[in-house]
Every structure is written in structure tokens, then in C-alpha cells.
């Protein structure tokens, strides 16, 4: 075969994943919708807990809030489909492992959406409660403040989305490592600029608030060494 065929052939599994990906989402985000309003009240709960003087959310324009409730079925979609996404990933580099590590594809997949799901489950119920603190802490009597519905859906949603894909550093770590991207060493050598962009992350995903970048930094760096052992044993 040529080299052409041969990148051909990859070209076209790579859309055939592709559009599986798309369509995993679609069908997921088409689920999300029907239960889209008991899960806005839901993610609206850390907010009021937050400042129990708030009472509701505004929006401002006719067609807000039927596409917020869309962009945050799709947010959720996607991390629901996410491990489809995984699999499907695994599979496209799966011809250039061994037999063995093929058939590791459900501990990857399992691996890889438990890692996804934690990451979920730290911003809503830990994180997420004290940046929201500080986030309304600034209000005064001459400030109040007004969140609007579709802008707050999203930023939890997007939160959440972002933290679910900080916990995927050891997943990305092993997966540099095994595809020869890095050496095996390569992670331990480097440690010290690793952590300085680990917490310049934790600041991005917490808004710039220090005790909730700090909280963040704890779990994100114990990932990053467990990420950096198995890839010295596997890479």
C-alpha cells in the first residue's frame, strides 16, 4: 500500500470516529433536553446557597432561556457521551499497540471516565459552592447583583466540563508517554514547570480566587504524580 492510500485509509477512520463522536453527543444532548429544567434547578441550588438573598434569576431576552436550556444539554451532552468519545479515540490509535494494551481498552475507557466524572463531582460540591461565595461577595448597597439565567447555566456548565478535563491528566500523561511523544522520564524531569502551569490552570478555572485555586492545585498535582509513575512503568 502507499503512502497515500495508507493516509487515506486513515483519513476516513478518523471521520467515520469523528462523525461516531458527533452523533454520541447529538443523542446524549437530545436526553439532556427532556430533563433540561429540573437540571437547571439543580445547578441554580450552589447559587442561592451562595447568597440566600437571591431568590430568581433574570433574563432579559424572549428566546434566552430556551437556548440557554439548549447550550447547557449540550455541554452536558457532551460529557455524558464522553466515553464514547475515549473509546473511539483509543480504537484510532489502537493499531499501533500491542495486543495486550488493545485489550486494555475497557480499563482505559473506565479509567479514563472515572477520572472525567470526578472531576465533575469536585467542582460542583466543592469548588464551585466557594468561588460562587466570593464571586457574589462583592455585592454592596449600591451593587446588587443580577445573575442571568442563561449566563449562569453556562458558567456552571462549562465549569464543570473544564474540571471533568483537568482530571484527565494522568489519561493524557500515559497516552503521551505510550505513543513515544515524551520519554518515560520525561514528566519527572520536568516537574517543576509542570506544577508552576498546573496552578496558573487552577487560577483560570477558579476565575483567579486564590483559596479555591489553592483547593484545586491539591488534587490536580496528586493526578500529576500518579500520571507521572505510570507513565515511567508503561511508557
Known sequence: MSL??????????????????LVAVAVSSGVVYAFAEP???????PLFHASPALKSLVYTNLTEALFSYIKLSILVGIGLSFPVV????WQFVAPGL????????RTVVLLA?????AGVTFAYGLVLPRLLVFLMGFSRENLTPMPKFGEYLTFVARTGLAFGLAFEIPFLMVAAAKTGLVSKGHFR???PYFYLAIFV??????AGDPFSATLLFFPLAGLYEVGTLIARLTG
Open 113 to 117: 471516565s472515572g477520572l472525567f466524572v
Open 86 to 89: 475515549v473509546y473511539q479515540l
Open 189 to 191: 524531569d520536568q516537574r
Open 4 to 21: 497515500a492510500d495508507h493516509l487515506g485509509s486513515h483519513l476516513q477512520e478518523l471521520r467515520q470516529r469523528v462523525l461516531i463522536c
Open 39 to 45: 437540571l437547571g434547578e439543580l445547578l441554580m441550588l
Open 98 to 105: 500491542l495486543e495486550s494494551e488493545k485489550r486494555a481498552v
Open 201 to 206: 490552570l487552577a487560577l483560570l478555572l477558579t
